[in-house]
């Protein structure tokens, strides 16, 4: 559990999930925006960010 919120928030936003296999990635928005990113099982492309509940 994260001690502090910001940087709780902060991990989150760097986990993406893989559209495909929905497998999660942690990377940061920039390289998922820029597709430098590819998961590892699947090999896709495409990801979405993880929300928090
Ligand atoms: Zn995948």
């Not at 936003?13 to 929905?22: D, L, Y």
């Amino acid at each position: 559990m994260g001690k502090f919120p910001e940087a709780e928030n902060r991990i989150l936003r760097n986990i993406f999930i893989c559209r495909k296999c929905k497998s999660k990635i942690r990377t940061t928005n920039m390289r998922v925006l820029a597709k430098k990113v590819s998961c590892r099982k699947c090999n896709g492309k495409s990801f979405k960010p993880m929300r928090k509940k």
